[in-house]
């Protein structure tokens, strides 16, 4: 199964006022957290679920399926 993200994580929660600094202090992610974003890894439901939160959007406004060939 080949998931992606549709956006640059990392840069919407920016411009929600979430900047990676703040994601570490405010202890909203870990930093392996943030690095999984930075290199585009996927992240687990937990924390699929807290960006949702800070988007107020939903899973698949941030996900899409690729099908393997």
Not at 24 to 31: A, G, K, P, S, T
């Amino acid at each position: 199964m080949a998931l992606r993200y549709k956006i640059d994580m990392l840069q919407s929660l920016k411009d929600a006022g979430y900047s990676t600094y703040r994601l570490r202090v405010e202890n909203i992610f870990w930093e392996a957290t943030v690095a999984q974003l930075r290199n585009g890894e996927l992240v687990s439901w937990d924390n699929l679920g807290i960006i949702c939160e800070l988007l107020n959007c939903q899973p698949g406004d941030l996900l899409e399926y690729i099908p393997e060939l």
